[in-house]
């Protein structure tokens, strides 16, 4: 079992900045790579990044690529997703995820709001 809680979210200004953190507990030990993703209203969910856990391999979605930075803290037992550059079409609930044996966990969400 693994356990993941996403915080960060929030209200900010078309331009503006902010920083995600996804903190995983449990059997952490399994965890081979941590995914953000996004839903926004009336839209499915979608992959916003991803990074292996022991190689920091990262990828991103192409509408993110240049504004998005998704990095690992080991000791921490965190993955962060810093978001600059935030558009309105970033607007949306952003949860994290990862995959073991098969099952799929997923946090909570933190929605991030952007608007002038």
């Known amino acids: 079992q693994v356990q993941l809680v996403e915080s960060g979210g929030g209200l900010v200004q078309p331009g503006g900045s902010l920083r995600l953190s996804c903190a995983a507990s449990g059997s ?6 941590i995914g953000w993703y996004r839903q926004a209203p009336g839209k499915q969910r979608e992959v916003v990044a991803g990074i292996t856990i022991s190689g920091g391999k990262r990828n991103y979605a192409d509408s993110v690529k240049g504004r ?3 990095s690992r803290d080991n000791a921490k037992n965190t993955v962060y997703l810093q978001m600059n550059s935030l558009k309105p079409e970033d607007t ?4 994290c995820n990862t995959e073991i044996l098969g099952s799929s966990y997923w946090g909570q969400g933190t929605q991030v709001t952007v608007s002038s």
Not at 28 to 33: P, W
């Open 92 to 95: 949306a609930v952003y949860y």
């Open 68 to 70: 998005f930075t998704i």
């Open 28 to 33: 952490i030990f399994s965890i081979y790579a």
